[in-house]
């Protein structure tokens, strides 16, 4: 090799070097500032909680439970001390304690009927609970009840996603219930209880967004939050403004209920997003400590009972798995309503039909 070659491959190989050594600095920089794209991605915002400086005004009555959070409510109804039946009413997905159900006073003072109706974890004006789960959601409910005095035992209706914490009532507080109807009822496509046919069956049904989403709740929680907000591909029907996931009796039923102002709205979201409706997802479709079939008769001796009402068009709550689940556990009462969808309860002969079941026996 002459000098001539020899000197322009050392300039080479130098010039190299100074390119690598340019480059590494920004080959830095971009990995780092991915990095951080990736960890703002997935790490949800600070929650505004209601009485925090900068958050929302306090404005309903509200319990403190023993671990030091809030949990606000309202009362309905006949006074409780007077009242003959003590319900509480559980919420669903994206709603309130400002849930408006169609009884009329005249059956409220018929069946003697004091309401309860609170705002679960992250809602409204309760404060979050990042580890929410089934099983405490259960014991929110039991430690509301003994702060507000509404005596040893109690009535629970829960509505769509808000019947998952009455599966944790019956399982870990049973001796608190005098009664449970669970409204469309939320369903989890994980159960382990549930033959694959009809969890394969009920799953299929929904819109295709929605499987991912519940997909990703069940496996990936910690990808929850950008599932939600990302912009790329559709996540939850429901959130997106999809009405193909409604039968023609919910669009009649919307319809309807659009004529009268809805009470409390604005505030269901108010303390973020993630703290109430994405983790109610999350929670509802985590793991669960126990299986439906495991629960057992809270009603032996026919002292109460466990409802289930399905509408048979309900395209959100596929009617195959809450059948199944009431044919394996006889002790539920099963009432399939034909010709009706996911907002049965809004029907005023439907809803004052729940009442009248759950409380004469």
């Not at 000197?7 to 080479?12: C, D, G, V």
């Not at 029907?237 to 004529?259: H, R, V």
């Not at 395209?315 to 099963?334: A, D, F, G, T, V």
Request: positive net charge.
């Amino acid at each position: 090799m002459s000098a001539t070659s020899a000197r322009s491959r050392t300039r080479s190989h130098l010039a190299l070097l100074h390119f690598l050594t340019m480059l590494a600095p920004i080959a830095v920089a971009v990995s780092a500032g991915l990095l951080g794209w990736v960890y703002q991605a997935l790490k949800p915002p600070h929650p505004k909680i209601c009485g925090s400086p900068g958050g929302p005004p306090v404005t309903s009555p509200r319990v403190k439970l023993s671990d030091g959070r809030h949990l606000a409510y309202r009362e309905m109804g006949v006074p409780k001390e007077e009242a003959k039946h003590k319900i509480i009413v559980i919420h669903g997905f994206d709603s309130s304690k400002d849930l408006n159900l169609p009884v009329s006073q005249e059956l409220i003072e018929e069946l003697s009927m004091y309401f309860l109706f609170f705002d679960r974890a992250g809602y409204g004006e309760s404060d979050p609970f990042p580890k929410r789960t089934v099983k405490s959601e259960a014991y929110d409910i039991q430690e509301l009840a003994d702060k507000l005095q509404i005596g040893p035992k109690f009535y629970i209706i829960g509505v769509s996603m808000g019947a998952y914490p009455i599966y944790g009532c019956l399982k870990y507080i049973p001796h608190r219930l005098a009664g449970a109807s669970l409204v469309v009822p939320f369903v989890h496509y994980w159960w382990p209880c549930l033959p694959a046919n009809v969890s394969r069956e009920g799953f299929q049904r929904l819109q295709k967004c929605d499987q991912w989403t519940f997909r990703i709740a069940h496996r990936a929680p910690w990808l929850f939050y950008w599932w939600m907000t990302q912009k790329w591909f559709p996540s939850l029907s429901i959130m997106a403004g999809n009405m193909a996931i409604f039968c023609p009796q919910d669009l009649e039923m919307i319809k309807k209920l659009s004529e009268t102002p809805s009470v409390g709205l604005e505030k269901v979201r108010q303390q973020g997003v993630q703290e109430s409706l994405h983790r109610d997802i999350i929670a509802g479709y985590a793991k669960w400590e126990f299986d439906p079939l495991d629960i057992s008769n809270p009603f032996p001796n026919n002292e109460g009972s466990v409802h289930i009402w399905q509408g048979y068009e309900d395209r959100i709550i596929p009617y195959q798995i809450n059948r199944y689940i009431s044919e394996k556990l006889p002790w539920i009462r099963y009432h399939e309503v034909p010709d009706t969808g996911h907002l049965l309860i809004f029907r005023s002969e439907l809803c004052e039909e729940i009442f009248r079941s759950l409380l004469v026996r």
